[in-house]
């Protein structure tokens, strides 16, 4: 698969920001590299998940997280979300960056959310292999926030992977009046029907969401509207809103497309708010 970084999204600010098990053993990757598995093909397609372990490793199963990049649907690549994986890994957990198909003129939104399902399925599989638990959570941010919240409040089809908590960072998790993901749907479904802040239950995950107040592409009014019927159902929804800043935590209100500077202050908070939320639910021990 030939990865497509539309749109202008810089790989570098991103990056500050944030072979098949089947096929054998696979020889120890470099220290900080991730161990590469194919986990779908679909035509030309060989996705990818990037497996990095804790370090060191004990002996014991570890929780796992799976990670999806943002991009607008329609670019990105897992890379973006390493840095990320790394931390995770520090606390201890298998943290597993995802590859999905890029939206374009022959593929959707929705096939984005196939391959997350079929990600989750494979990870669940696969647990002996990969040295996990079946206590898995999914990060996301922006448009990943909103294919694994989706994955966790839509559903999918013909299979039911189970997913214990959701952290997600600049969730486009409202997509219900989104005119841009309406159009990348290209006419093969409603919005509303992938859109999780109108899909969410008792039995949604406990979510954490951080989020700029002054976001205009996911916009803080989404991420109440998850939050508020989380709570309505019972569900466990932390919402972490940070004042004056925008996507991503930009500092930069007038781009919030491609020139992100976000708020060091803001961003360490937001990430410390993962951290002790993932003790909270169980899934790192506090220390």
């Not at 990757?29 to 804790?54: C, Q």
């Not at 994986?85 to 198909?101: D, H, K, Q």
Request: glycine share 10%; net charge negative; charged share 20%.
């Amino acid at each position: 698969m030939t990865r497509r970084l539309r749109a202008g999204w810089p790989i570098a600010i991103l990056l500050l920001i944030y072979g098949s098990v089947e096929g054998g053993t696979q020889p120890a990757p470099a220290p900080g590299e991730p161990h590469i598995y194919e986990y779908r093909t679909v035509g030309d397609d060989s996705l990818k998940a990037y497996v990095f372990s804790p370090t060191p490793r004990a002996n014991e199963a570890a929780n796992a997280v799976l990670l999806f990049h943002g991009g607008g649907w329609a670019s990105g690549a897992p890379e973006w979300v390493f840095a990320t994986a790394e931390r995770f890994a520090s606390y201890g957990l298998v943290a597993i960056a995802i590859e999905y198909r890029l939206a374009d003129s022959s593929t959707t939104p929705i096939d984005a959310l196939d391959d997350v399902c079929h990600a989750l399925e494979w990870t669940h599989g696969h647990a002996a292999e990969l040295g996990i638990t079946d206590k898995i959570a999914g990060y996301g941010v922006s448009a990943g926030g909103q294919l694994i919240a989706a994955a966790a409040t839509v559903g999918c089809s013909g299979s039911d992977p189970k997913l214990d908590a959701l952290l997600l960072w600049s969730p486009a998790i409202d997509v219900v009046n989104d005119g841009y993901f309406a159009k990348l749907l290209q006419g093969r479904g409603k919005a509303i029907d992938y859109s999780p802040a109108d899909h969410v239950s008792a039995t949604t995950p406990p979510t954490c969401i951080v989020q700029g107040a002054k976001d205009t592409l996911t916009p803080l009014a989404g991420a109440q509207k998850f939050h508020d019927r989380m709570v309505k159902a019972g569900a466990v929804c932390e919402l972490n809103v940070y004042p004056d800043v925008g996507h991503l935590l930009t500092r930069k209100l007038d781009n919030q497309e491609t020139d992100f500077d976000p708020d060091p202050a803001k961003r360490a908070d937001g990430i410390e708010k993962f951290r002790l939320f993932l003790i909270r639910t169980g899934f790192i021990p506090n220390g």
